[in-house]
């Protein structure tokens, strides 16, 4: 599939796939998405850790990957992006930024819109970033995982991602709790130091709190509010 493959030859490639690899482990997806793209995807990473990446390079060791800076990360998370970068040189760490600083939001908007409203802080400093981003491929792979959250949990190995127009693989939606720590394990994967420190879903610091054991992973995002997703996957 070249980068020049219209809207609805994309759109029929993943509708066969998605049938075809309905059941294919994470490296068969991963080297699918390769051999149809190659350069023309891009791995999305919120640098929680390193399990993404480090399966995508074991197919391609040059691959893209997708950081939103969203300028209001934990000091943790922008260490592990860096973190990455060093232990997979090969790789070349996208960095999609908002149009304005975190200052200029708050001029315009007056400070921490993500208390005030958290979706337009997210659309502001991810969706719209993101679809910028997404726009200069034909193929995006994320991390999702059906065990993730209910949003989530109809999640396919491949799909057509509308909103942001391109091809959509998700490896390891499949994956349980369990599978994921012992890839972690067994792999010596890294891993955002937050995790072990009660913070198993992480976002922006100022919407991210720590999970009491046993709770719901992502019950520390927005906790307090409705929202329970940042609009990147639903």
């Not at 939001?105 to 921490?112: I, T, V, W």
């Not at 913070?199 to 919407?207: H, N, Q, R, T, W």
């Amino acid at each position: 599939m070249t980068a020049a493959a219209s809207t609805e030859e994309l759109k029929a490639l993943a509708e066969e796939a998605s049938e075809r690899l309905a059941n294919a482990s994470a490296e068969e997806a991963l080297r699918w998405a390769v051999e149809q793209f190659g350069d023309d995807l891009i791995v999305a990473s919120n640098m929680q850790d390193a399990v993404l990446v480090d399966l995508a390079t074991k197919v391609k060791s040059d691959v893209d990957v997708l950081f939103l800076e969203t300028g209001y990360h934990f000091a943790e998370t922008i260490g592990t992006r860096d973190a990455v970068a060093t232990v997979y040189p090969d790789i070349t760490v996208v960095n999609a930024q908002a149009e304005q600083s975190v200052a200029e939001q708050d001029a315009e908007y007056g400070p921490k819109l993500h208390d005030r409203d958290p979706n337009q802080c997210c659309h502001l400093r991810k969706v719209i970033p993101l679809r910028k981003t997404l726009a200069n491929y034909s193929c995006w792979v994320t991390g999702v995982r059906r065990v993730d959250a209910p949003t989530r949990a109809n999640t396919p190995i491949v799909t057509w991602d509308d909103r942001n127009g391109l091809v959509k693989v998700n490896p390891i939606a499949a994956w349980t709790d369990d599978e994921f720590n012992n890839y972690i394990d067994e792999h010596g994967i890294l891993q955002n130091p937050l995790v072990a420190e009660g913070y198993p879903s992480i976002g922006c610091a100022p919407c991210t709190a720590k999970v009491a054991p046993g709770a719901d992973p992502r019950s520390g995002r927005w906790a307090g509010k409705t929202k329970t997703e940042c609009g990147l996957h639903a």
